[in-house]
């Protein structure tokens, strides 16, 4: 049984047998993986909130990510995928772009990776509920592309006393063309108040 305190606890004996870090700890196979800080509780003091995210500015996100075959296998195996043109670079080659075929939503790692703690932060938000979100793949990304992306909100609103937010993530290559936009959708706490409050139960 997972905790809000990040322990994996046994449910008969009550002992921790981990923390969250550790068992994730068990998954990471990429070197962005091992970049990447996965411990969302930490520097939420500093992420966006609700009532200062500013509508229709659009900003750059804070990281670019290089696209890798073992970004794209590292998704596709971590969603449980089998098909061989998914999970064999070799079989894939008889694909139709002759890479690793990504799955629908591989997009989302791009997005966390490239907001990190910068634009957009609000995504890491400590008790954040997801409503729904909706992806729109214009073309494919390809092994070896740079990928950029600009954060913009596009509607924040209120909704039976919950606090809803939306950004349009748009991701393009180093070469401008528009690969794939993102409409993320979140409830989270309105205030920094209230969410430092959720982090610390």
Request: aromatic share 8%; hydrophobic share 35%.
């Amino acid at each position: 049984m997972r905790t809000r305190h990040g322990l994996v606890r046994d449910l008969q004996s009550d002992n921790v047998l981990m923390t969250t870090k550790e068992r994730l700890a068990q998954y990471i196979t990429t070197e962005k993986q091992r970049a990447f800080e996965t411990d969302f509780l930490l520097d939420a003091e500093d992420y966006e909130t609700w009532d200062k995210v500013e509508i229709g500015k659009p900003q750059p996100g804070k990281q670019t990510f290089t696209v890798k075959s073992e970004d794209i296998l590292a998704y596709n195996v971590s969603m449980l995928e089998t098909d061989p043109l998914m999970i064999d670079e070799k079989a894939a080659q008889s694909s139709s772009t002759g890479e690793l075929i990504q799955h629908p939503i591989f997009v989302t790692q791009l997005g966390f990776y490239c907001i990190e703690r910068g634009p957009g932060s609000w995504i890491r938000t400590p008790g954040a509920r997801n409503p729904g979100q909706r992806i729109e793949v214009h073309e494919p990304f390809k092994v070896g592309e740079t990928i950029t992306m600009t954060v913009t909100p596009v509607d924040k609103w209120i909704r039976r006393g919950k606090h809803y937010i939306t950004n349009r993530l748009d991701f393009h290559n180093e070469d401008g063309a528009l690969k794939t936009t993102w409409w993320l959708t979140l409830i989270i706490p309105p205030t920094r108040d209230r969410m430092l409050e959720f982090a610390k139960k």
